[in-house]
């Protein structure tokens, strides 16, 4: 079934809401117009509307039917720090923010599915339409899901879904099992002994200490970690020191680490901390660690996968999805809710656009071409999975 005729006549309403979110982001909790502007068109469809979940989450409810089994669907909607660099009439109009990933054509695309559902109620049983908070790096997810994401809202299976560029517009990719890795960060403080610039020997220089330890640092994922297993370990910050010529006393190491397998991220951990303390020994310093997990690996469920595999190709046609992609080591917060709970993630075509740009690029928009296929997804998941009758 291609994409569903009722969503395709009003892909111009649903570009219209999709400029406006994009033309005024928020960033991580701060996403209050954009709440007020999503709950205002879910309460105008005539669904039950639940906020406050991670202080700015929207929680929909839409029932058809007798049935007992609900499923949820998730959109995050927060925007980045970054600066747009777009020209076009609903360029962000808040400096310094923008939608840089999408999130802004994700509500969207739910809220068209919202819209459609509540019209046709095709369906039997109960749909959470999720729309998360914070999913760029401080985890709205994580918050939701502890503050009784599901106690409130009880599902089956949770299902979500991000565009990707680059994948043509039209074709779906997913696949059960790790999709997304782990994302962790780690802060290394290296305290040695200032001193005079001209007069090194009085030191015990943090910054020598601290670029050995990020040489070092290579080492883990060349030759510490099974060449089988994905891992990325890079440093990202180094800060040291505040005029020319004084020798600092400290110098600060900050990264991240990204992985599939527990083991693996429990031995980068250990490793981080045995190389920052072997080599700041080695040059009369010290280093003390602190290490973070922030979002666990995505990994899909078989059964849930199937299911939206399924949906997809009835969606877009069979040879437009693609189920075995390249598994990504960048990172995704929903990937607390499937530690909750079954489900399936799934990347949609953005296709690409003028310059390739990518997702966190100050150049990127989301494609509207993509928008009714997207809702057509969402729309016709809920009505194979709550099947009527």
Known sequence: MP???????????????????????????????????????????????????????????LKAGKGKRAIGLRADMDALHV????????????????HACGHDG??????????????????????HFIFQPAEENEGGGRVMVEQGLFDKFPVEAVYGMHNMPGLPVGKFATLPGPMMAAFDIFELTVTGHGSHAAQPQHSRDPVVAAAAIVQALQTLVSRNTDPQDAAVVSVTQIHAGDTWN???????????CRWFKKEVGRALEAGIRRVAD?????????????????????????????AATRVAREVAGGEQVVTDPVPVMGSEDFAFM??????????????????????????????????????????????TELRAG
């Not at 600066?83 to 310094?96: D, K, L, M």
């Not at 080599?279 to 849930?304: C, I």
Request: proline share 3%.
């Open 3 to 61: 994409i569903v005729n009722r969503i395709a006549g009003f892909t111009s309403e649903m570009a219209e809401w999709r400029h406006h979110i994009h033309a005024h982001p928020e960033t991580a909790f701060e996403e209050h117009k954009t709440s007020d502007y999503v709950a205002a068109k879910l309460e105008s469809f005539g669904l039950t509307v639940h906020r406050g979940l991670a202080g700015t989450g929207v929680v929909a409810t």
């Open 83 to 98: 600066h747009e660099e777009n020209e076009f009439a609903h360029r962000s109009t808040h400096q310094g923010k923008m």
């Open 106 to 127: 994700h509500t969207t695309m739910l809220l068209g599915a919202a819209k459609y559902l509540s019209e046709t109620r095709n369906f039997d049983g109960t749909v």
């Open 246 to 256: 004084v020798i600092p006393e400290r110098a600060v190491i900050r990264g991240t």
């Open 278 to 306: 072997g080599v700041a020994q080695a040059f009369g310093a010290k280093a003390a660690l602190r290490y973070e997990r922030r979002y666990p690996a995505t990994v899909n469920t078989a059964t849930e996968t199937a």
């Open 338 to 383: 499937l530690q909750a709970k079954p489900g399936s993630y799934v990347w949609i075509g953005n296709g690409m656009r003028e310059g390739g740009c990518m997702l966190h690029n100050p150049r990127y928009d989301f494609n509207d071409d993509v928008l009714p296929l997207g809702a057509s997804y969402w729309a016709r998941l809920v009505e």
